[in-house]
């Protein structure tokens, strides 16, 4: 049979027409990936990968850059390409939580292709010795638990550890000492986020601490497990459910949730039996990918060409522009983010600088993270009051006693006073006095509606 047949139609009930008085519904767009983020040999994969899949591509294109940087990290401190930001490092390490619109979203899909092209079955062990390719970086599977967990796979063995562990996995190949690359690949981002929330948990500052310098060295008095200059990847799934349930304000308001790209996935389309990469069309793609993983390798401090820094200065002020709420806190890394990706586009560009279509390729990937974040965490706030007062005004003015009363009396002026005073700052709601025949009488408007209520005024 040929073409393909027609979509099935499904009988729907009928639908009651909302009032007339009812407003408008604001519905969020889901974000708009684009190609700009797949240049090169990435975006032949990426392609080959969806042709026949359910994959998203932007969960695949995240999920392989992420591998990429994963395995080009030196074995030692501040060795290996890295790009200095002042006096900080920005090193090829990336975090990224794939967070699916359902538990159907075909997160997972976009494991499995990386895992093949990052395997090394079309590469002679000639070729891999010639560009001075060194074993993959280790795996996980997670989940995600303690920083002490994660600081002790990539400790410092001891003779005496790695000849035991020899002796115990002979298959295993023995890695040279100082190699401290891990790629967790974790689909259940809701177990750690759960174990955040734990008295005493120390995964939120081990994240942090390894995303910033790859140390770890807490303060603690029993046996701690102390790490320098480890390279620790993270890819974590995570559906809006799961996540509205798990994430704790306070692990966004610390920075937890900004050393991650927030990336939106769905089932891009509808394939029964989806197939298999072609062995003939996977090969030279793995090849390439190896070779330029050996070139990596060899890299140290990266600059940006001047075409490049002068986009980057351009560009730069949108980048630092702030934002408000749970969203804002989450992407308020724009600029190190965006610098890290452009350091893995252009080494998997096999390129010694960041050159300007490195960067348009990472500002095409940061805004598509960005927008994804805004559509997950743009109608939340930081503070559950802030959130609850807003969620207040929606339904129209409010005098100080009224909104007190809407809390319930139990928010004390101390409390509400410095909040309502931000979101004035904040141009969020406006403050009016309104005389009456004894003291003035306060009223809170969200701004929002002052501007409707204008725009219907401008009409009539």
Request: proline residues 7%; hydrophobic residues 35%; contains cysteine.
């Amino acid at each position: 049979m040929s073409g393909n047949p027609p979509e099935p139609t499904f009988a729907r009930s009928p639908r009651k027409e909302p009032p007339n008085d009812c407003d408008e519904l604001d519905l969020k767009t889901w974000p708009q990936f684009s190609s700009g983020a797949c240049p090169g040999f990435l975006g032949e994969f990426v392609r080959l990968a969806t042709r026949d899949s359910e994959a998203d591509p932007a969960a695949v294109c995240i999920t392989a850059l992420i591998r990429f940087g994963a395995e080009v990290y030196g074995h030692a401190a501040n060795q290996g390409p890295h790009i200095y930001v002042g006096e900080t490092i920005h090193p090829p390490r990336l975090f990224a939580v794939i967070c699916g619109n359902s538990s159907k979203a075909r997160k997972g899909t976009s494991r499995h292709p990386v895992t093949k092209l990052f395997g090394r079955e079309h590469c002679q062990p000639a070729d891999l010795r010639a560009w001075g390719v060194p074993l993959p970086a280790k795996e996980s599977g997670g989940p995600l638990s303690t920083g002490e967990g994660l600081a002790h796979h990539v400790r410092d063995e001891s003779d005496e550890e790695r000849e035991r562990r020899q002796r115990q996995n002979p298959a295993e190949p023995l890695r040279e000492k100082g190699d401290k690359r891990l790629v967790i690949i974790d689909e259940e981002f809701a177990s750690g986020l759960a174990c955040t929330k734990r008295e005493g948990n120390t995964l939120s500052m081990g994240i942090r601490s390894f995303w910033d310098s790859g140390d770890y060295a807490p303060l603690t008095k029993n046996n701690p497990v102390v790490v320098r200059g480890a390279h620790i990847s993270i890819i974590t799934h995570i559906t809006t459910q799961e996540l509205a349930v798990c994430l704790g304000e306070v692990q966004a308001v610390n920075g937890f949730g900004n050393r991650f790209l927030w990336i939106c996935a769905r089932r891009s389309k509808l394939v029964a039996l989806p197939s298999r990469m072609p062995d003939e069309e996977i090969a030279p793609l793995q090849r390439e990918l190896w070779r330029c993983v050996g070139l990596a390798q060899q890299r140290g401090v990266m600059t940006m060409t001047p075409n490049a820094l002068e986009l980057w200065k351009n560009v730069y002020p949108e980048l630092s522009q702030e934002y408000t709420g749970l969203a804002g806190s989450i992407i308020n890394r724009a600029e190190a983010q965006t610098l890290r990706l452009a350091l893995v586009y252009a080494l998997l560009d096999a390129q010694g600088e960041i050159e300007e279509p490195h960067l348009h390729a990472a500002l095409v990937m940061w805004r598509y993270a960005q927008d994804s974040a805004l559509y997950i965490f743009g109608d939340r706030s930081v503070d559950p009051l802030e959130e609850k007062v807003l969620e207040a005004l929606k339904g129209g003015p409010l005098s100080s006693t009224e909104l007190s009363s809407v809390l319930s009396r139990h928010v004390p002026k101390t409390r509400l006073k410095p909040l309502l005073q931000q979101l004035e700052a904040q141009q969020r709601i406006s403050v009016t006095k309104e005389k009456g025949a004894g003291r003035p009488r306060i009223v809170f408007t969200l701004r929002e509606l002052c501007e409707k209520s204008e725009e219907r005024r401008d009409r009539t």
